[in-house]
T-cell receptor, first 116, second 112 residues
Framework: GAVVSQHPSRVICKSGTSVKIECRSLDFQATTMFWYRQFPKQSLMLMAT?????????EQGVEKDKFLINHASLTLSTLTVTSAHPEDSSFYICSSPRTGLGYGYTFGSGTRLTVV | QQQVKQSPQSLIVQKGGISIINCAYE??????FPWYQQFPGKGPALLIA?????SEKKEGRFTISFNKSAKQFSLHIMDSQPGDSATYFC???????????FGTGTRLLVSP
């Protein structure tokens, strides 16, 4: 139980294009979704926090116009990387607090974005 | 105040040995301390977590030791196996499903 399905697992896009990453909660209602970025051999860095039906809260230094987050329903949150550039290449991971099965956080399997 | 410091950065352990990873935090409002295991190209997976009201928690070969006064907690992996070779992250958060603050990670290699 408490599964977050993240798609796509890998995506390669051309510089200047936009890419959408989806995270779906399969068996619970994800009121909150955390979006992380992870560079090779580094830790997870929180980019933003989204709550269903409201605007996302971005961490300092994260461009909200570049990383668009939509959390329109209790089962779907999306991250769109707009006008992607090679420096946006990274591993993106979503996570939602897990309810009903004890306290904790459920993570998606991650999306490897490569911008060429 | 929001940092979680993790050491060592990398660790090599012989098969069957004990792997020990340490973390320290500053924010006394943190009350949830999980450890995650991550394999390359995968999302983090919860190993074990502890709350500050206990000093130790054991699940199988994994044990968390928690020292509230020192603001430190550690992960012990007993009888380490090659399949345990991965990156381990400690983390901390405050009550109410607030954001997790991650340590810098430890790359564990268990040699056969």
């Amino acid at each position: 139980g408490a599964v977050v399905s993240q798609h796509p697992s890998r995506v390669i896009c051309k510089s200047g294009t936009s890419v959408k990453i989806e995270c779906r909660s399969l068996d619970f209602q994800a009121t909150t979704m955390f979006w992380y970025r992870q560079f090779p051999k580094q830790s997870l860095m929180l980019m933003a926090t989204s709550n269903e039906g409201s605007k996302a809260t971005y961490e300092q230094g994260v461009e909200k116009d570049k990383f668009l987050i939509n959390h329109a329903s209790l089962t779907l949150s999306t991250l769109t990387v707009t006008s992607a550039h090679p420096e946006d290449s990274s591993f993106y991971i979503c996570s939602s607090p897990r309810t009903g099965l004890g306290y904790g956080y459920t993570f998606g399997s991650g999306t490897r974005l490569t911008v060429v | 105040q929001q940092q979680v410091k993790q050491s060592p950065q990398s660790l090599i352990v012989q098969k069957g040995g004990i792997s020990i990873i340490n973390c320290a935090y500053e924010n006394t409002a943190f009350d949830y301390f999980p450890w995650y295991q991550q394999f390359p190209g995968k999302g983090p997976a919860l190993l074990i977590a502890i709350r500050p009201d206990v000093s130790e928690k054991k699940e199988g070969r994994f044990t968390i030791s928690f020292n509230k006064s020192a603001k430190q907690f550690s992960l012990h992996i007993m009888d380490s196996q090659p399949g345990d070779s991965a990156t381990y992250f400690c983390a901390a958060s405050r009550t109410g499903f607030q954001k997790l603050v991650f340590g810098t990670g430890t790359r564990l290699l268990v040699s056969p």
